[in-house]
């Protein structure tokens, strides 16, 4: 019986810590037409998006990834990057492929909407955005950041919070569950044989 309890509790130790080691980094925000909002050094008014560090410690960027193709996960390279909590950064979309001073992809982004995509140095998927189709000159972003809710933008926000940015028009709620679901979930899982072995053995 104690080795069972131990057993048990070493599991859900292990499956705590898995749910709450995730990098809490996420694709904030997208402008896949901008026209007049915000340009690059170079002056051009370039695609854009923006991740967010909804963590509470700085992550180092160097090896994570970024595509705009399920099939090549691993497009776009990430330089060493200083990502601190609560920063917002933003990438530039242009096709340029520069990863000295402003970071720019490989790849740009479809007005008609594609996928988008950040992996892991281990080449998991850390955060993804479905297709959407973009407004001339708007974005469309996590509201709140880093929520489950998209939401088209009036007034985009490159390198700030979404908040107040007239995200009013929701286009779709992510799937999931969260980390307090999660963790109730694997409390219930490890918690409810072990009650009903406990149980039983007081029965006989």
């Known amino acids: 019986m104690k080795k069972i309890i131990l057993c ?8 705590l810590s898995a749910c709450t080691s995730r990098i809490n980094v996420y694709i904030n925000e997208v402008a896949a037409t901008n026209e007049n909002n ?24 160097a090896d994570y ?26 990438v530039w979309a242009s096709g340029k492929d520069r990863t000295q001073g402003e970071l720019h992809t490989n790849f740009s982004l479809k007005q008609e909407g594609e996928p988008l ?14 297709p959407v189709t973009s407004r001339p000159g708007k974005s469309f972003g ?4 880093g929520g489950k809710e998209w939401h ?5 926000s490159p390198g700030a919070s979404n908040r107040g940015s007239g995200g009013t028009e929701l286009i779709y709620t992510e799937a999931g569950l969260g980390a307090i679901t999660k963790i109730a979930v694997i409390l219930v899982i490890v918690f409810i044989p072990l009650f009903v072995l406990f149980w039983r053995k007081t029965r006989r």
Request: hydrophobic share 40%.
């Open 142 to 145: 996590r509201n709140p950041d």
């Open 117 to 130: 995509i950040l992996s892991g140095p281990q080449g998991n998927v850390v955060d993804s955005v479905k």
């Open 38 to 61: 915000v340009a690059d050094s170079d002056g051009d008014y370039e695609d854009w998006f923006e991740l967010y560090n909804a963590g509470s410690k700085r992550i180092n960027l």
């Open 65 to 90: 990834y970024l595509s705009d193709d399920e099939d090549e996960p691993l497009k776009w390279r990430f330089p060493e990057v200083d990502f601190a909590p609560g920063e917002f950064l933003i």
């Open 152 to 156: 088209h933008l009036s007034e985009p």
């Open 8 to 15: 048990s509790m070493l599991v859900l130790v292990l499956l």
